[in-house]
């Protein structure tokens, strides 16, 4: 009969959590190292080599951690997307602020599909930025 696995106890990084002050743990999961806040409903990590160093800076802020997720790499400091060109950058408004067909305000939005727009807050007409 096969003996179970040892249990192994989670690395706690002598460096507490940024957001809440918990405790920040080492974790492996499929090959890669990643760190994890201990403290329930925190959901600050990043990720780490074996030693829970930050593999990479963020490249917005130039001090963060970058957090991989499906969508992207995010920093686990600043918040912003790596690799969303643009991200946290509003383009100005246009030198009249006022939409072409009916003269109303121009807002600056970012749209589902990852970039900017301009939307007609009178006839809801969207335009491109």
């Known amino acids: 009969m096969n003996e179970p696995d040892e249990l192994k106890l989670p690395t706690i990084l ?8 918990g405790q920040v743990s080492l974790c492996q999961w499929q090959g890669r190292f990643y760190t994890k806040c201990l403290r329930a409903g925190c959901l600050f990590g990043f990720d780490a080599d074996e030693l829970g160093q930050a593999i990479s800076p963020c490249p917005r802020c130039g001090r963060g951690r970058l957090k991989s997720t499906p969508r ?27 939409c072409p067909v009916c003269r109303g305000v121009l807002r600056t939005v970012w749209t589902r599909r990852g970039r900017w727009a301009y939307r007609c807050d009178t006839c809801n007409r969207w335009l491109d930025a």
């Open 14 to 21: 002598p460096e507490p959590c940024p957001r809440c002050g």
């Open 72 to 98: 992207g790499q995010v920093c686990a400091d600043c918040g912003k997307w790596a690799d969303q060109a643009g991200a946290g950058d509003r383009p100005p408004r246009p030198r009249d602020a006022v």
